[in-house]
């Protein structure tokens, strides 16, 4: 019987070659470092710093910068120009500043138009309920405010200091004991009679109301 000879091995060059090629076949991406990012919905290139994340460096909707204060917004980010929209654009937490038409604004309670000094905002642009006059001196009142009709109400309808002038007045004496009749020891002009005063006078005794020139004469 003739012995067989045993199978000639590959060079060990042809065997590094053909290890070679599987490995540079191996459709199995290499691995990346995971490196810290935050998330960033808006795509603006600024990420919110309150979502942190470590992610592969270049993947879409993640950031290396933070400071966006609105994620959800591309138009607003520190990279933004500050305008007149009653919004923070630039996030440096200031609204409206240094735009050309910031102004005070002034609260009108009562909407006749009319704002009170003493409550006012900053804005560039309209709100509601304000308005850009501070000239009510009473804003809880529709019916006050300047250039409104002077009533005879007891109160400065329009705003110019004085109360229920120029509107026809007479004279109310006091009538202490209620009687309907006045002592004229004790009287007031104005366009309404104030509480206990009354249109007619001559009463003898104010203090007594069974007396007056109202009663008849009793023995």
């Not at 007891?154 to 202490?176: H, K, M, R, T, Y």
Request: hydrophobic share 30%.
């Amino acid at each position: 019987m003739t012995p067989r000879k045993p199978p000639e091995r590959l060079p060990s060059l042809l065997a590094f070659s053909l290890l070679a090629f599987c490995a540079c076949d191996d459709p199995t991406p290499s691995p990346c470092l995971p490196q810290p990012h935050l998330v960033d919905a808006d795509g603006d290139g600024f990420g919110d710093d309150q979502r942190p994340m470590e992610v592969c460096a270049g993947l879409p909707g993640f950031a290396r910068v933070g400071g966006d204060c609105d994620d959800s917004d591309a138009t607003r980010s520190p990279a933004a120009l500050e305008v007149c929209d009653d919004l923070d654009n630039d996030c440096d937490s200031a609204m409206d500043e240094d735009t050309p038409t910031l102004a005070r604004r002034y609260q009108d309670e009562d909407e006749d138009g009319f704002g009170d000094a003493a409550t006012f905002i900053v804005s560039c642009s309209p709100r509601r309920g304000y308005v850009e006059n501070s000239e009510d001196c009473d804003d809880t009142a529709a019916s006050v405010s300047p250039g409104a009709e002077e009533l005879c109400d007891g109160l400065d309808n329009d705003c110019d200091g004085a109360i229920d002038e120029a509107l026809p007045s007479q004279l109310w004496f006091v009538d202490a004991d209620g009687d309907g009749v006045g002592s004229e020891a004790l009287s007031v002009e104005s366009c309404r009679p104030p509480e206990g005063f009354v249109a007619a006078a001559g009463d003898c005794d104010d203090n007594d109301p069974a007396r007056s020139p109202e009663h008849p004469e009793i023995c």
